[in-house]
């Protein structure tokens, strides 16, 4: 499936294709894809085609509901849908059937999307590099040969997408796992605000912090489907540009440590959008990002242990080991250490937006590193320097491919505003990847 969200809508208004068929496109890319690529948890074959059966009877009648109307999609496999299972990566919950539709698959079905099945992650959701010890590992589709890191945890979206598979999918985005598989994967993510979406009927790592969101192979594609998630228009104008907006950059403090290949790409991102008329302007946060990363931990911890720690304590559980790791410190976090990190995220918070008060948003690559071989992917760290920060602040942030580097790996660019501001978020993205020009199909094409 090559077509786009914003191709299918065209598509479907001059009736030169119908949902039919872009749901059997999908299932034929599945069926070959997915025996090398293994982003699915599990496809809905039949469902589907019955719903597109419906959607080409609406569509052909001209009742579309929505741009979104007939448009095939995944749900990250810890997004709950009534009567299907829902593993959350872990194999112990490999047979757990669903009681419930979790609101934000409800609206996209309500939108007429068409479910095509669940995606891959993370065990519970808790890792960026997008690895699963017992349920699988999705392979970047960047890299035919060598086995590289998807970016998670909503792995199985960013690969499906990524290939092909299926024109956009949702993430859960906790520290970063929209915006870092959209990263590795070379398509685009949007981290929503804090609040925004329901996060009812999916299954929680960090209830403060979990926030649903959009992953498509442009901008375009990801604010159509935004505005399905929200239920309402969003009043956005990607055709808007950037003259006039102010934009902070990294000091140089802060470009320590990002990648030689994913620096070039930030500083040419830079350029482009001063070219078209914005302002870039030096920032300097009032914490480092790598301490706000950190300052993240406590609470991420300690709310995904009292969520899993009956399976995670039980040491006969088949969790994934690199997973059961990361909750166990949040055995030993007492009450006064979580409520006082609830107290100094206020705090920094109230810092933070003072200092870039002057500011629309600000300017990171998405990940410091582009995709690592999986051999080379350190569990006791994370890729999430950059995109931690902002669940920690309470903004929104998207995530833009920037390029390819010269052994033709995805580059990227994360566009952060204040909480609320979606739409200046897509706005700079959209003018963005205007200039930025056409990239190269992943390896798996070539």
Not at 259 to 267: F, H, M, V
Not at 348 to 355: E, G, H, I, L, R
Request: glycine residues 8%; proline residues 6%; aromatic residues 6%.
């Amino acid at each position: 499936m090559r077509h786009s969200v914003v191709e299918l809508d065209k598509s479907y208004n001059d009736q030169s294709l119908t949902p039919t068929q872009a749901v059997e496109e999908c299932l034929e890319s599945i069926q070959e894809l997915d025996p090398i690529l293994g982003a699915w948890q599990e496809v809905y074959v039949e469902e589907a085609r019955a719903a597109a059966r419906i959607a080409d009877t609406e569509v052909s009648s001209g009742r579309r509901k929505s741009p979104f109307h007939g448009v095939p999609f995944a749900l990250k496999d810890i997004v709950e849908v009534e009567g299907k299972r829902t593993a959350a990566g872990c194999f112990e919950w490999k047979d757990r059937e669903s009681t419930m539709t979790a609101e934000v698959a409800t609206r996209l079905i309500d939108a007429g999307g068409i479910l095509l099945g669940k995606t891959k992650t993370v065990e519970f959701a808790m890792g960026g590099w997008g690895t699963n010890q017992r349920m699988g590992t999705p392979h970047n589709p960047w890299d035919k040969n060598v086995a590289r890191t998807p970016g998670g945890s909503s792995s199985g979206s960013g690969v499906s997408v990524a290939s092909g598979m299926v024109p956009c999918a949702i993430g859960t985005d906790t520290g970063g796992s929209v915006r870092l598989p959209a990263a590795f994967c070379g398509i685009a993510g949007l981290k929503t605000t804090e609040g925004l979406l329901p996060t009812s009927g999916i299954v929680p790592l960090s209830h403060t912090l979990d926030t649903p969101g959009p992953m498509a192979r442009s901008i375009g594609d990801v604010a159509v489907m935004f505005e399905a998630l929200l239920g309402r228009p969003t009043g956005v104008d990607l055709n808007a540009g950037v003259r006039g907006i102010r934009i902070g950059c990294l000091p140089d403090e802060e470009r320590s440590g990002i990648e030689e290949a994913q620096l070039a790409a930030y500083d040419r991102s830079l350029d482009l959008l001063a070219d078209l008329g914005a302002e870039i302007v030096q920032f300097k946060p009032p914490k480092p990002f790598e301490e706000m990363k950190v300052a993240t931990f406590v609470i991420v911890t300690a709310e995904g242990y009292f969520h899993h720690q009956k399976i995670m304590d039980d040491p006969e559980a088949l969790v994934d080991e690199h997973v059961r790791a990361r909750f166990a410190p949040g055995a030993s976090i007492s009450s006064s250490d979580y409520v006082g990190a609830l107290l100094e995220r206020e705090n920094d918070q109230q810092k933070f937006f003072a200092s870039i008060q002057h500011l629309d948003a600000l300017l990171t690559p998405t990940t410091p590193m582009l995709p690592l071989a999986l051999t080379e992917a350190d569990e006791e760290s994370t890729p999430a320097r950059f995109t931690r920060a902002i669940n920690y602040l309470s903004m929104c942030a998207t995530s833009v491919p920037s390029g390819v580097s010269k052994e033709n790996l995805p580059t990227s660019l994360q566009i952060a505003c204040r909480g609320g501001d979606e739409n200046m978020s897509l706005r700079i993205a959209a003018a963005y990847e205007a200039v930025r020009g056409d990239l190269p199909d992943p390896a798996l094409y070539n």
